[in-house]
Structures are given as structure tokens and as C-alpha cells.
């Protein structure tokens, strides 16, 4: 079936660190595969999107290349501010099936 | 501004009621979805429609209804038959649905319900 697998716990890091969210997928075919941030309180926000494999997206700062050879769509942020502290979860859409399968998510917590 | 609406962002009902979630976009996108989420978990699809008067079960379909009348609303009712409703509830479109195979879903801010 078609999964996806976040690295477990929080993230905890200071101002103008570099961030990495390491995120795995299972799926059969050529999936698409997204970032999401859900700031508290709040829907989901689309972050960056990749729909082939070697695309990068990228946002805000935000960076994930799609990685068909380790099946994997890390995100990475050079240097997070405060404002970044949110749960960021990892999705894909199987090709031609719009059911998103969503990771757990992770919580970023960003100290001054 | 073109989006998808949600109301209202807080709700409480008394146990055995059934409640409908609203669910409004202006986005003229032919998909819509419902999800639900727990708390340290990621989202669950429970019904999603890819047209007017079509809707499918999700993967946690058991205790909801929803219905597709018009292009721009997909109302989610909470029967008395979901056995654990209190959670957090967030509504989804996407312009195309099947009909493009890399369509992307766009959320709305989300309910909260809270059984009591």
C-alpha cells in the first residue's frame, strides 16, 4: 500500500539553525509528493510540492527534492526563524488516485 | 479572495446529536474532501467527491454523511453512530481531482468538535 513515514518526536532547535525533516514513502508507480505546515489552531498550508523524480520544490525558504532512488522527500530550511515553529507533515498522492496518504506530522519548535 | 471557508471554528454538542460541518469554496475546483485529525496523528480521509451528487467512502467513512449539491458545498455530518467524534475536522479541494493526475489539495481552516 501506499505509506509515508516521518522521523519520530518534536524538533527543538534555536534561531538561524538548519532544519531537516526526514520523510520516506512507500507507493507503488510514480507518486507526487508534498509538504505541509499547520500552524497552531490553523488548516494546513500548502509548503512545496514535488510531482516527478529529482523535482525540487522549494518555498519560503523551504527546500525537498524527490529522491525515487532512496524513496524519500526530506525538507530542509538553512536557517529557521521563531515564525517557523509549526507541525510540518509529509504527503503523497499516488499517480492518478487523489487520496492523500499523510505522514504523522512533526513539531517544530524554534527558540529565540 | 477565493478560498474555502469553515464554519464554525469551534462546536459543541451533547452526546447522541448528530452536527453537520459546513464547507465552502469559491475556488471552482470539482474536488472536495473531509478529514479528520487527532491529536500526534496525521489526517484520515473520511469521504471525498470528485463531482456534483458523486462522493466516495474514505478510509474512516463509518458513523459520517456527506453530500454534494452544489459544486461550491460539501457539508459533513457527525452522526450519533461515530463512536469517538470529538477531533478535529478540516475540509480540502482540488481543482481537478482524478482528471489530473498530479492535482494538489488545498485545506480550509479546519473545526474543532467537541462532544461533551
Known amino acids: 500500500g501506499n505509506s509515508v513515514t516521518q522521523m519520530e518526536g518534536p524538533v527543538t532547535l534555536s534561531e538561524e539553525a538548519f532544519l531537516t525533516i526526514n520523510c520516506t514513502y512507500t507507493?507503488?508507480?510514480?507518486?507526487?509528493l508534498f509538504w505541509y505546515v499547520q500552524y497552531p489552531g490553523e488548516g494546513l498550508q500548502l509548503l512545496l510540492k514535488?510531482?516527478?523524480?529529482?523535482d525540487k520544490g522549494s518555498n519560503k525558504g523551504f527546500e525537498a527534492t524527490y529522491r525515487k532512488e532512496t524513496t524519500s522527500f526530506h525538507l530542509e530550511k538553512g536557517s529557521v526563524q521563531v515564525s517557523d515553529s509549526a507541525v510540518y507533515f509529509c504527503?503523497?498522492?499516488?499517480?492518478?488516485?487523489?487520496?492523500?496518504?499523510f505522514g504523522k506530522g512533526n513539531q517544530v519548535v524554534v527558540i529565540p | 479572495d477565493g478560498g474555502i471557508t469553515q464554519s464554525p471554528k469551534y462546536l459543541f454538542r451533547k452526546e447522541g446529536q448528530n452536527v453537520t460541518l459546513s464547507c465552502e469554496q469559491n475556488?471552482?475546483?470539482?474536488?472536495m474532501y473531509w478529514y479528520r485529525q487527532d491529536p500526534g496523528q496525521g489526517l484520515r480521509l473520511i469521504y471525498y467527491?470528485?463531482?456534483?451528487?458523486?462522493?466516495q467512502k474514505g478510509d474512516i467513512a463509518e458513523g459520517y454523511s456527506v453530500s454534494r449539491e452544489k459544486k461550491e458545498s460539501f457539508p459533513l455530518t457527525v452522526t450519533s453512530a461515530q463512536k469517538n467524534p470529538t477531533a478535529f475536522y478540516l475540509c480540502?479541494?482540488?481543482?481537478?481531482?482524478?482528471?489530473?493526475?498530479?492535482?494538489?489539495?488545498?485545506f480550509g481552516p479546519g473545526t474543532r468538535l467537541t462532544v461533551l
Open positions: 480540502a479541494s482540488s481543482p481537478r481531482g482524478l482528471a489530473e493526475p498530479t492535482d494538489t489539495q488545498y
Open positions: 507507493a507503488t508507480g510514480y507518486p507526487s
Open positions: 514535488a510531482t516527478k523524480a529529482d
Open positions: 504527503a503523497l498522492r499516488p499517480y492518478g488516485n487523489n487520496r492523500l496518504a
Open positions: 475556488l471552482n475546483h470539482d474536488a
Open positions: 467527491s470528485q463531482i456534483v451528487n458523486d462522493f
